[in-house]
């Protein structure tokens, strides 16, 4: 099974900015990240697919940078003019199964977690 290595994360005033770091322990089908804010469910913020093609959330467009990292099997997601609507913990997730692409930004697809990272933007 995959295991996945998350890195990052932090405190940070709103405006500023964060990168995350997960590196994958082999190759996947799809890597991204989530997060989950308290009392509400985990959503989507941003996706890769093993082609490069990648996709965000709403709320992320514009703000947050999916790349892949220097290192083999690494997804590095750049985040700037953070709110504090942000904050949440943020999880690195992928999946070696095939995914529509519809459906990539669902939690649901991914058999494989991290343990997650927390980013905190204060006003």
């Known amino acids: 099974q995959v295991h996945l290595e998350e890195s990052g994360g932090g405190s940070v005033q709103a405006g500023g900015s964060l990168t995350l770091h997960c590196t994958a322990s082999?190759?996947?089908?799809?890597m991204g990240w989530f997060r989950q804010a308290p009392g509400k469910e985990r959503e989507g913020v941003a996706v890769?697919?093993?082609?490069?093609?990648?996709k965000y959330g709403d709320s992320m467009k514009g703000r947050f940078t999916l790349s892949q990292g220097n290192a083999k099997n690494t997804l590095t997601l750049e985040m700037s003019s953070l709110e504090p609507g942000d904050t949440a913990l943020y999880y690195c997730?992928?999946?070696?199964?095939?995914?529509?692409?519809?459906?990539?930004?669902?939690?649901?697809?991914?058999?494989?977690w991290g343990q997650g990272t927390q980013v905190t933007v204060s006003s």
């Open positions: 997730a992928a999946t070696s199964s095939f995914v529509l692409w519809a459906q990539s930004l669902s939690e649901g697809a991914y058999e494989v």
């Open positions: 082999r190759a996947t089908y799809i």
């Open positions: 890769r697919r093993n082609d490069g093609i990648t």
